[in-house]
């Protein structure tokens, strides 16, 4: 019997070294790209904001300790989150505007206070060894991903004060993690360990466009060759078999590639030989090009002026793995090249395979527009989101800018009956800008009214925002991106990303593609995270049955037939580690009319079907 022991990744990664060495330091996310698609199970995102309590748009002047202070007066000191350990503030956002408010913050451990700065100092890189290099100040915004680590047995406290007639917006975001966990705990000085994680980060960051990974000399590259694609057409960038993981892809296409081809050109990648592709997204919007965006580096994704893209996401395969694009237009389109980067080797148990989903919406007044909805367990990682709207009128010089007012909603375990919600402050505050980025409240250290501004974790690639109605339409246009690889979302039982819609009445064109690693968990028809005689039951009253959401249908083609049965056969046996989920589930209680095999009979029925099994793939 195979067991598969999905792991905490900070705890997993450190297994190889000794236990001296293993505490968590806090800066493991920012320093090794090798555990992005690691599990994060038993890891909890938290969001401390301003957000309005109320419901409202006055996102600002709300803390822990009091509710709503926004309509009193001066208010020192205000809590504005306790944590019980242990855990890591990953990162500490705010309007530079704001910030240069010198808002006090204080950080308290266990009562003791381990930070005693202000909002400026902080955000601006005076305080300490925290000097701004693993954070920016750019698009009205300044953020800081420097980790504060508390342990298991701390309780750690940010208090800061309310300035009446100031508006005090501010996000802390935090993971928590399980009981027990060696952490080395914020002590204002960093240790040997530290220091080297974090000027690996810094170096990541300052050498952003390269790949985070580093080079291999163990990789393999399948390279394509300048061709034509004809309308409902695909060629294969790369068709992988065995395990491995997927380091880069890359693709050129003319100069003069019009907007149309790179929509119409779609990036398709499957994993062991499932029928539905973990990613399948228009060119343009998976790279975040064309359409009057700037080029740009970031981490993970880039654009170059001359239609060249790249994708530094790890990309883990067990059985297999294949890269095509897809022509989805009405005409041929020509690429120059291609580039695929792959590693051959073991895959950990606890790896998650990269998805994406892009979405689109015409002119629409819902409420709010979701960028995401999944279900099972990974860890969201980002997005990249482009709105616009047009031709809202004269009536206010609000109406155009007010596409920036919705907040970012995520619900964790969005199919749970605990979900758990994460509260923004508006759109821009999302992608770490500030003020519109800086398109009102113009902040004289930085660019005003900027058209755009990159960062390896977040940016702007396109924005028209009206400045003041002037008598015309106040239309309105923003493209962004935000990379949560310092600061995930776990999630065990699905994940629901939303961007509020403010001023609906006047609708608005959305349009994103969400980021995010999610667990394969093949043969698991109950979802209980282990493959078992009541999966097999499953399977056996679902063996012929034709549909979409068959539970026993593994590899997702619609029909649940000796295909599946071979995954469950290849996976019988597999759980979970139930000591970072909780005690192990229940034993269900299996429908009347199934019958549970013997062990022996379920070995039998495999080396019986064997032979069919494999008649039939290689038909």
């Given at each position: 019997?195979?067991?598969c ?5 900070w ?15 806090g ?5 090794d ?18 957000y ?6 006055y996102d ?10 926004r309509?009193?007066a ?5 809590t ?13 956002w ?10 006090k913050?204080?950080v ?5 206070v ?5 909002s ?10 925290i000097?701004g ?10 953020v ?15 208090v800061?004060e309310n ?45 952003v466009?390269?790949n ?7 990789s393999?590259?399948?390279?394509t ?14 068709d992988i ?13 003319a ?6 081809q ?6 398709r ?9 973990g ?6 919007h ?15 994704l ?20 294949s890269v095509e ?27 998650c395979?990269?998805h994406?989903?892009?979405?689109s919406?015409?002119?629409?007044t ?7 909805r999944?279900a099972?367990r ?16 004269s ?8 596409i920036l ?11 749970s009956?605990s979900?758990?919600?994460l509260?923004g ?9 500030g ?17 755009s ?11 028209n ?7 015309g339409?106040?239309?309105a ?6 990379w ?5 979302v ?24 969400a980021?995010?690693?999610l667990?394969?968990?093949?043969g698991?028809?109950?979802?209980d ?7 097999f ?5 679902d063996?012929g049955?034709?549909g979409q ?9 619609g029909?649940?037939d ?6 469950l056969v290849?996976?019988?046996g597999m759980?979970?580690s ?6 192990a ?10 019958t ?8 039998l029925?495999?080396v ?12």
């Amino acid at each position: 019997m195979r067991r598969c022991c999905f792991i905490v990744a900070w705890i997993g990664v450190m297994s190889v070294v000794s236990a001296a060495d293993a505490d968590i330091n806090g800066y493991e996310l920012l320093s090794d790209w090798n555990l992005l698609p690691q599990a994060r199970l038993g890891v909890q995102a938290g969001l401390a904001s301003s957000y309005d309590r109320n419901g409202g748009n006055y996102d600002y002047n709300h803390y822990e300790s009091t509710g709503s202070v926004r309509q009193t007066a001066d208010v020192d000191p205000v809590t504005v989150v306790t944590l019980d350990g242990p855990g890591v503030i990953t990162r500490f956002w705010m309007p530079h505007r704001a910030a240069d408010l010198e808002f006090k913050v204080k950080v308290l451990l266990d009562d003791v206070v381990v930070i005693d700065s202000t909002s400026r100092e902080l955000l601006g890189g005076g305080y300490g060894y925290i000097d701004g290099a693993l954070g920016s100040t750019m698009l009205g915004g300044q953020v800081s991903y420097e980790p504060i680590v508390y342990s298991d047995s701390q309780t750690l406290k940010i208090v800061s004060e309310n300035k009446f007639d100031e508006r005090h917006y501010y996000q802390w975001n935090y993971l928590k993690l399980p009981a027990g966990s060696t952490v080395t705990p914020y002590s204002g000085t960093l240790t040997p360990q530290q220091t080297t994680a974090r000027n690996s980060a810094i170096s990541m960051t300052a050498n952003v466009g390269s790949n985070p990974a580093g080079t291999s000399a163990t990789s393999n590259t399948i390279s394509t060759a300048s061709q034509s694609i004809g309308a409902g057409q695909a060629i294969a960038l790369g068709d992988i078999s065995g395990s491995g993981q997927i380091r880069a892809i890359n693709l050129k296409l003319a100069d003069t590639a019009s907007d149309g081809q790179m929509d119409g050109l779609r990036l398709r990648v499957r994993y062991d030989g499932l029928s539905r592709a973990g990613v399948d997204v228009p060119v343009s919007h998976f790279f975040g090009a064309g359409h009057g965006r700037v080029a740009y580096q970031s981490m993970p994704l880039g654009a170059s002026d001359s239609n060249e893209f790249y994708s530094y996401w790890p990309m883990p395969f067990r059985r297999g793995v294949s890269v095509e694009l897809y022509n989805d237009s009405g005409d041929a389109i020509s690429i120059d090249s291609a580039a695929v980067e792959y590693e051959s080797g073991s895959v950990a148990d606890d790896a998650c395979y990269l998805h994406a989903e892009y979405n689109s919406v015409a002119t629409t007044t819902d409420p709010s527009y979701q960028l995401l909805r999944t279900a099972g367990r990974g860890h969201y990682v980002g997005n990249l989101l482009w709105l616009d709207r047009q031709n809202v009128g004269s009536g206010s010089r609000f109406a155009g800018r007010s596409i920036l007012e919705g907040d970012d909603i995520i619900t964790v375990n969005v199919n749970s009956a605990s979900p758990v919600v994460l509260p923004g402050t508006g759109l821009e505050d999302a992608y770490n800008g500030g003020y519109y980025y800086n398109h009102v409240g113009v902040h004289p250290d930085e660019e005003a009214y900027p058209y755009s501004g990159v960062a390896p974790y977040h940016g702007l690639l396109r924005a028209n925002i009206p400045l003041k109605d002037n008598g015309g339409s106040a239309y309105a246009h923003t493209d962004q991106y935000r990379w949560l690889i310092p600061d995930p979302v776990p999630f065990t039982d699905g994940i629901k990303v939303d961007i509020e819609q403010y001023a609906s009445s006047y609708g608005a064109s959305f349009g994103s593609v969400a980021f995010y690693y999610l667990l394969p968990f093949f043969g698991d028809a109950n979802d209980d995270m282990r493959v078992d005689l009541y999966d097999f039951a499953i399977l056996r009253g679902d063996f012929g049955e034709i549909g979409q959401g068959l539970a026993a249908d593994f590899d997702e083609d619609g029909d649940v037939d000796l295909d599946d049965y071979e995954i469950l056969v290849s996976t019988f046996g597999m759980i979970s580690s139930p000591g970072l989920l909780g005690a192990a589930p229940d034993a269900e209680v299996l429908p009347a009319n199934l019958t549970i095999p013997e062990p022996v009979s379920l070995m039998l029925f495999a080396v019986v079907a064997w032979p069919v099994v494999r008649r039939r793939r290689s038909a």
